[in-house]
């Protein structure tokens, strides 16, 4: 199991600056109609639990409830319905460092074309599906308030048969099969953890570690600007910042 997690810390600042600046909606509500169609058209959270993921996430960051309801009825087909799609682009950024970039968008051309343009210009590399991907595994993601010592986290995750666990300096970040994930984060609540945040995302195999600040700052700076963009969902990279 690993230690100290520099880059999620860094993750997880900014997510919580996007919901302070109220840019997290639209991504969230997209979201959300995308759990609805890859759920079978199931618009009930009970039902669906990528759906229940999406729409706890919606209402940690204070997302009224017309607007939740709103994206699942869009995804249904209901009060106007858009044809999004998620879509995944490939490439490196600064440093070498492996980037997989996760859009939901009705138009894949705009997307590919904002995502090439930004790689291109911020000294980027895209790259072709699969030049990336393998390097990353498919991995539950359960974020808990950091109220125990890393020594009981360890013991409660390791008695749950979790793969990994992760220390920052505000959370711990645990991992497991993504078949897992709801028994997982439903045992830890019952046992007293608040759960900040769990989801299915993508975990590097192996990480490259920058020591270098100069180097680093450069590659968040990268990171962090191209979640930015509209189209962008989230952004996945092996970095370990380690300065």
Not at 195 to 215: G, H, M, Y
């Given at each position: ?111 590919q074309g ?5 790689f291109d ?123």
């Amino acid at each position: 199991m690993s230690g100290h997690s520099k880059w999620s810390q860094i993750k997880r600042q900014k997510g919580v600056a996007d919901q302070k600046r109220g840019q997290a909606f639209t991504r969230l509500g997209n979201a959300i109609s995308i759990a609805v169609r890859e759920g079978g058209g199931i618009g009930d959270p009970e039902s669906n639990f990528k759906l229940r993921l999406a729409v706890e996430k919606a209402r940690a960051a204070n997302m009224p409830k017309e607007n939740i309801q709103r994206a699942i009825d869009r995804a249904g087909g209901k009060n106007g319905e858009v044809n999004l799609e998620t879509v995944k682009y490939e490439g490196f950024a600064p440093s070498g460092v492996a980037v997989v970039v996760e859009c939901i968008t009705d138009n894949k051309l705009r997307t590919q074309g904002q995502v090439k343009n930004y790689f291109d210009k911020n000294g980027g590399t895209m790259a072709s599906t699969g030049a990336v991907s393998y390097l990353f595994t498919p991995s539950g993601e359960i974020t808990v308030n950091k109220t125990v010592s890393f020594e009981e986290i360890f013991a409660i995750a390791a008695d749950l048969g979790v793969e990994d666990v992760e220390e920052a300096e505000d959370a711990f970040d645990i991992y497991c099969q993504p078949g897992d994930l709801h028994k997982a984060k439903t045992e830890l609540e019952k046992k007293g953890l608040k759960v900040l945040n769990a989801e299915i995302i993508l975990k590097p195999a192996t990480l490259i570690a920058v020591s270098e600040k100069d180097k680093a700052e450069k590659i968040v700076s990268f990171l962090q600007n191209l979640e930015e963009l509209d189209d962008v969902q989230k952004v996945y990279s092996n970095v370990e910042i380690a300065v």
